[in-house]
């Protein structure tokens, strides 16, 4: 068994564990340990579960094997015990690799004498030193495979990562609004407001159409990782026989969805967000699931319900910065009053006085960041 690694935006931890429980990823025994800890979730399995974990999660930003961990405080034992490690499963010599190194609270602090040794390490291992590529963050073009490298207390661990881009790129999302929201963390909205995937669902600030999408997907249960590519494929352990059963599966399983789809609405007045909306929409594949309408929040027609609302309003960060958005927030409120009687509601904001002005009861205790902004959503039901 070998164990992986999880990234969630911190704050989010929860609901990548509710997936990996969901897809039975993360086994009831190992509940009792802490696999949720800041920043990701812990799970074991092998290869399959690998591609399956890839292939199906929503609201993570990478899956890593966790390839060792060990006391390290001198520069000689790093190199010593690094080169142990099962490189040649996911590398091949000549291969280009890209570093990422945090030192904390170590002997070892300077993290490129670390990434200089660990790269030795590798060469130790394959026979040849690898190139050595500084591949940035957001480029998906990059051929180098990313490995992660951890110090905290003198003890070292060396992940490689799986994914390659980010998981939240699905590829549906070429055209954005302004302050465009990850797919993960519209995933993640969904998960976390209870939307149950059958019942009406509306986002009146819809922009980029990105919940909306999202929830298409996830009520037609289309894997968000069906189409793509991934870092894995490039490993000489890769089993691409393995790999088309788990999508054949998953393509069987959105086959054999029961039932009709939901009623997903999403409006917004910018004229430009909605074309681009609608564009996403047709690149995801679900145009025909969501009704796009370019319309104020004042005049939304939500169908008979309840249902659930679930949306990203502007709040005064890099969208409508400098304005005053009271108004916005307490209209929010009293067209939700009188036009969605006992929905559940789910609000993204940055200002918790900004939710106050709905008027509205919500609970705002779930908070992450999106995009550098420290948001909270605020969860409620509107009173019937």
């Not at 039975?24 to 340990?33: E, I, R």
């Not at 010599?93 to 609270?105: G, I, N």
């Not at 905290?152 to 929201?181: F, M, Q, V, W």
């Not at 009053?337 to 939710?355: F, G, K, M, N, Y």
Request: net charge neutral; glycine share 8%; proline share 8%.
């Amino acid at each position: 068994m070998t164990t992986f690694f999880a990234t969630a935006t911190p704050g989010l931890e929860a609901f990548a564990a509710q997936e990996l429980r969901a897809l039975g990823l993360l086994k009831p025994s190992q509940d009792d340990a802490p696999a949720e800890e800041p920043g990701g979730v812990t799970f074991q399995g092998g290869l399959a579960d690998l591609y399956r974990a890839n292939l199906h999660l929503r609201t993570v930003g990478r899956v890593l094997v966790r390839l060792g961990e060990f006391y390290a405080d001198t520069f000689p034992d790093l190199r010593k015990k690094a080169s142990k490690l099962e490189w040649n499963r996911y590398l091949v010599p000549d291969q280009p690799v890209s570093l990422a190194v945090t030192c904390h609270k170590s002997r070892l602090y300077h993290s490129n004498a670390v990434a200089e040794r660990v790269l030795a390490a590798i060469g130790d291992r394959l026979g040849k030193l690898p190139p050595l590529l500084k591949a940035a963050e957001d480029d998906p073009s990059s051929p180098a495979q990313r490995v992660i490298v951890r110090f905290a207390n003198d003890e070292c661990t060396i992940s490689i990562d799986s994914s390659g881009d980010l998981l939240h790129r699905r590829g549906y999302r070429l055209a954005t609004a302004k302050a465009p929201l990850r797919e993960n963390l519209a995933a993640a909205m969904l998960l976390a407001s209870g939307w149950d995937s059958a019942a009406p669902l509306l986002d009146p600030f819809c922009g980029s159409g990105t919940i909306a999408i999202e929830a298409a997907l996830l009520a037609k249960n289309i894997p968000p990782g069906i189409d793509r590519r991934f870092a894995f494929m490039d490993w000489p352990s890769y089993d691409s026989r393995a790999w088309e059963a788990q999508r054949s599966m998953a393509w069987a399983a959105a086959a054999a969805r029961p039932g009709s789809m939901p009623v997903l609405q999403a409006s917004d007045r910018d004229a430009g967000a909605m074309r681009m909306a609608q564009a996403n929409a047709e690149r995801a594949g679900v145009p025909d699931c969501i009704e796009f309408a370019c319309r104020a929040v004042s005049a939304i027609q939500p169908p008979p319900g309840p249902g659930w609302v679930v949306t990203n309003p502007p709040y005064g960060q890099r969208v409508s910065e400098g304005k005053d958005l009271r108004n916005l927030y307490a209209q929010l409120g009293n067209v939700l009053r009188s036009t969605c009687p006992a929905w559940h509601v789910a609000i993204l904001c940055s200002d918790p006085r900004l939710l106050g002005q709905t008027g509205l009861r919500l609970d705002t205790h779930l908070a992450f960041s999106n995009g550098g902004i420290n948001v909270r959503l605020g969860l409620g039901v509107v009173p019937a």
